[in-house]
């Protein structure tokens, strides 16, 4: 079935380091790709939805210049959090639309998270 | 914008009960309705999904019913196993390109032995 790669899968790290996750589709295209965080026993919130090839587009509260959103092929997208504070430690989680689907039946597919504590 | 309410947020029921998690939506625009289950430390996985032009849907012990006109979608989990314990979650979204799930905040289901 259809599976969406997330790496790391954990990362702890000094304060004002900057960390890059990846998000991959395996075995589809996606030219959307979304960004999730999620607290400790919350929902998932919406940070930023990636488009290939052109900006992301940011929800209202997100720093785009603290979350850096690289869409670059049909498979991948990454975010860096830029100069990571213990504020920034979260779980992120990234997903993907299954677009070879018909139109009105497109999954949307989750990674396995990347647990992120910085010290 | 879309906003999804989701109840209860926790639940126990004993083996082989039955459990039910009721959402409602607030977007009559939205039109695609999923349920992920997360496990701890995991991602959500997406257990059943169903359309606004569809009022109900069937996987084995799983079903999901929506109710259009009132705006709100249920899940149904029949013969309860203790690994149905986690986290569930509905969604809804308007099917366009490029538009994100909005989650409800959860229900903690757990079966018991």
């Known amino acids: 079935g259809a599976v969406v790669s997330q790496h790391p899968s954990w990362v702890i790290c000094k304060s004002g380091t900057s960390v890059k996750i990846e998000c991959r589709s395996l075995?589809?295209?996606?030219?959307?790709m979304f960004w999730y965080r999620q607290f400790p026993k919350q929902s998932l919130m919406l940070m930023a939805t990636?488009?290939?090839?052109?900006?992301?587009?940011?929800e209202q509260g997100v720093e785009k210049d603290k979350f850096l959103i690289n869409h670059a092929s049909l498979t991948l997208s990454t975010l860096t959090v830029t100069s990571a504070h213990p504020e920034d430690s979260s779980f992120y989680i990234c997903?993907?639309?299954?677009?070879?689907?018909?139109?009105?039946?497109?999954?949307?597919?989750f990674g396995d998270g990347t647990r992120l504590s910085i010290l | 914008g879309e906003n999804v309410e989701q109840h209860p947020s926790t639940l126990s029921v004993q083996e082989g009960d039955s459990a039910v998690i009721k959402c409602t939506y607030s977007d009559s625009a939205s039109n695609y309705f999923p349920w992920y289950k997360q496990e701890l430390g995991k991602g959500p996985q997406l257990i059943i999904d169903?359309?606004?032009?569809?009022g109900e849907k069937k996987d084995q012990r799983i079903a999901v019913t929506l109710n259009k006109t009132a705006k709100h979608f249920s899940l149904h989990i029949t013969e309860t196993q203790p690994e149905d314990s986690a986290v569930y979650f509905c969604a809804a979204r308007y099917n366009q390109a490029g538009t994100a799930l909005i989650f409800g905040k959860g229900t903690t289901l757990s079966v018991s032995s």
């Open positions: 169903i359309r606004s032009n569809v």
């Open positions: 990636s488009n290939e090839g052109s900006k992301a587009t940011y």
């Open positions: 997903s993907a639309r299954d677009e070879g689907r018909t139109y009105s039946n497109q999954p949307q597919h």
């Open positions: 075995d589809f295209q996606a030219t959307t």
